[in-house]
């Protein structure tokens, strides 16, 4: 029983995905510092550990989405395949895991359920759903941004008499969809990566779907010998390069305007990104695509094109055609078969804008039309996107205030980094920052990287807090609402704007003035003792 105890340490991390890894390892090993991890999981891997859907499949190349602080890890790990599959990202974390020795810093099948400032020494007493209490200097939210699963209220939900499914909470042990009518509802990228597999094994599939995806070819294929040791002897050279891109993935060939060009260069440029798959039509075509609505109906008409040239059927076609919101405002969604699926009698699409979900029934998903009968039910409709995570901690700062009280009408730290009014609390690409338009294990790395700096400085310099001015904060939400608005992103009813949560408010929480420009601004902030971060020595709290 702990419950009275409260063990001192200097960080408590919340998460063990990529971010919390690397966390531990940057404060415990180069700092030195005592640092607790919680990790709900029973494992490590974070969203790599949840999503063992099948078919779930990371859609950056692997030689990206990985570690790069260290020479011998990339120099020792051999990826398989250009885009990995989730038991393969799962097996490269407990292997960086192992390799720096973090599970012993980790307490497992925990969750944080309340974090409180204690503002008589501005620390934090860290309480889990175990009964244990912490108290750390320091807590940082390595949480992630897609890990707050939401499945929508349907009424009905708890009579049906099947299984049912959520991809983020996906069973350890395969499950068997032979002979058996399934339903899936929802097609983004999850959804999109589902249909193929269950599609192969299912007796009836039936697809929900409310906004159709511009789903491009993801372009997987296996990684030979001789490959890998290309990428090995190239590292160095690629992680300069990352740099050099908004998103930090890298690209041939990316030009200024899609408008500047004729139609007949543009469609075969359009071709050609098509078929190298992956980000390339959506980050590595052209620059203004995303800028401009003319330049995005042309990529917008050409996607269309290619996904009527795949599905026999004119109806279904029709409704699996995107329309009414641009080109690549969504999170680009990639594909292995997905059109095709639905050229199968035994696969079929459902558009719920026209046919909207009543109810669920003991024995099916009844819409306005019609009664579908299924005996398993798929949820892969998504997360409360990078609040959700952060909200469910119930972090309380000064005065009490609850971090979702501060940030009722939308998330606020400064840099994405920090917030008003919890000092010493860090969201490792949390809102605000380019997280995920930015490759996450390099945007994590780069966080961590700031985090670890910026409380070794802290300490070098004997401060025990530091905290975001409420200026500085207000500044840089403006901030990322400028630049998000001058795209087109914020015209899609996105998770990166918060629509797809009934109730949340309509922020874009991605910083989209690209990687390279950010971290030069983190740096700079640093560099300028911590510019619009206030600096509070231990004096300052001693006896209120
Ligand atoms: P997404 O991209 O949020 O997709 C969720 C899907 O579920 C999407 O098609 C939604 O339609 C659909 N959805 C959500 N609520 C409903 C209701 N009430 N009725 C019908 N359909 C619904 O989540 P994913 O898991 O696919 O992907 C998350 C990210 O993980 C992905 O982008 C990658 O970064 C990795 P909507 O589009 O909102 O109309």
């Known amino acids: 029983d702990a419950s009275g105890d409260e063990s001192p340490v200097d960080a408590v991390v919340v998460g063990a995905g990529f971010a919390g890894l690397y966390m531990v390892h940057r404060l415990r090993d180069h700092l030195g510092l005592s640092v607790r991890g919680i990790e709900a999981a029973e494992g490590v891997g974070g969203t790599w550990y949840w999503n063992r859907y099948p078919g779930a499949r990371c859609d950056i190349e692997s030689q990206l989405y990985c570690y790069s602080f260290s020479r011998e890890l990339e120099q020792e790990w051999d990826w398989s395949e250009r885009f990995p599959a989730q038991p393969e990202v799962l097996r490269y974390l407990n292997h960086v895991a192992e390799r720096f020795d973090l599970k012993r810093s980790f307490t497992f099948g925990t969750r944080v359920v309340g974090a409180d400032l204690d503002e008589t020494s501005d620390t934090w007493l860290v309480r889990t759903d175990r009964g244990e209490r912490l108290r750390a200097r320091f807590l940082v939210a390595a949480t992630g941004n897609l890990s707050a699963g939401r499945v929508p209220d349907f009424p009905g939900r708890e009579n049906f008499r099947g299984h049912t499914y959520f991809t983020g909470d996906w069973p350890h042990q395969p499950v068997d969809f032979s002979g058996r009518r399934v339903a899936l509802i929802g097609t983004g ?24 995806a511009y789903a491009c070819p993801l372009g997987n294929r296996p990684i030979d010998a001789g490959t890998m040791a290309r990428i090995k002897a190239d590292y160095p050279a690629i992680r300069q390069r990352e740099w050099d891109f908004p ?37 590595g075509s052209y620059e203004d695509i995303l800028l401009d609505e003319r330049a995005n109906e042309t990529v917008a008409g050409f996607v269309r094109d290619k996904i009527r040239s795949r599905v026999d ?18 999170r680009q969604t990639l594909e292995d078969g997905y059109y095709e699926a639905f050229n199968q009698p035994h696969v079929e699409l459902v558009d719920v804008k026209a046919t909207p979900i009543e109810c669920i029934t003991p024995d099916g998903i009844r819409t306005a039309d019609r009664h579908h009968p299924v005996d398993d039910i798929i949820f892969a409709t998504g997360f409360d996107a990078f609040t959700g995570a952060l909200y469910r901690m119930n972090i309380r700062g000064r005065g009490g205030r609850l971090l979702s009280d501060h940030w009722a009408a939308g998330p606020r730290p400064y840099l994405g980094l920090n917030t008003s009014g919890f000092p010493n609390l860090f969201f490792i690409t949390g809102p605000l920052s380019p997280s995920v338009l930015f490759n996450m294990p390099r945007a994590i790395e780069q966080h961590c990287d700031w985090i670890a700096d910026c409380i070794a400085w802290l300490q070098a310099h004997d401060y ?10 207000a500044d840089w939400v403006d901030h990322v609402r400028e630049v998000a608005d001058a795209t087109l992103l914020p015209q899609a009813d996105s998770w990166y704007l918060g629509a797809n949560v009934p109730g949340k ?3 874009f929480m991605v910083y989209l003035g690209g990687c390279a420009n950010y971290k030069r601004i983190c740096d700079d902030v640093a560099a300028d003792h911590y510019r619009g971060l206030r600096l509070i020595s231990a004096a300052a709290t001693v006896g209120g």
């Not at 999109?192 to 779907?209: D, G, K, S």
């Open 189 to 212: 990228s999850t959804g999109v990566q589902l249909v193929p597999h269950v599609a192969r094994q299912a007796a009836a599939l039936t697809v929900f779907q409310r906004t159709p």
């Open 247 to 283: 998103g930090g993935v890298i690209f041939d060939d990316v030009r200024p305007s899609a408008l500047a060009e004729s139609a007949e260069e543009r469609q075969r440029f359009y071709e050609q990104k098509w078929q190298a798959g992956g980000m390339n039509l959506w980050l």
């Open 313 to 330: 059927d004119p109806d279904t076609a029709e409704k699996l055609t995107p329309r009414g919101y641009p080109f690549g405002a969504k």
């Open 464 to 473: 025990q807090a530091i905290e975001a001015e409420p200026d500085a904060e």
């Open 505 to 507: 408010p309509r922020v």
